[in-house]
């Protein structure tokens, strides 16, 4: 399963109408995007959420969702475990 670091930067740095539609809808992901978990900047203009999928086509599906609200960019990513053992060399 592929990660991504997704980077989310509130349209004119309001989360308000972000938190104020999740609320009503949900996460809004299609079926296979999973949530692994977020952390909000302390001045609730960005979050950054770590999503999982096998098909990156997912994350187009549900960025659309929010493309209103919120600004995306997107980095695919690994565990530092994954990429430590990439590069052990062996040892």
Same mark, same amino acid.
């Given at each position: 399963?592929?990660?991504? @670091?997704v /980077? %989310? +930067?509130?349209?004119?740095?309001?989360?308000?109408?972000? &938190?104020?539609?999740?609320?009503?809808?949900?996460?809004?992901?299609? %079926?296979?995007?999973?949530? !692994?978990? +977020?952390? *909000?900047? #302390?001045? &609730?203009? #960005?979050?950054?959420? *770590?999503? %999982?999928? %096998?098909?990156?086509?997912?994350?187009?599906?549900?960025?659309?969702?929010?493309?209103? @609200?919120?600004?995306?960019t *997107? /980095?695919? !990513? !690994? #565990?530092? #475990?994954?990429?430590?053992?990439?590069? +052990?060399?062996?040892?």
């Open positions: 399963m592929a990660q991504y @670091l /980077i %989310e +930067s509130f349209k004119g740095g309001n989360a308000v109408p972000v &938190y104020e539609r999740f609320r009503e809808r949900g996460r809004m992901a299609p %079926e296979g995007l999973a949530y !692994v978990a +977020s952390w *909000v900047t #302390t001045d &609730y203009a #960005t979050c950054y959420q *770590v999503m %999982e999928c %096998e098909d990156a086509r997912l994350l187009d599906e549900w960025m659309a969702n929010w493309a209103d @609200l919120v600004d995306f *997107v /980095i695919p !990513v !690994v #565990t530092y #475990t994954a990429a430590a053992a990439r590069f +052990s060399g062996g040892k």
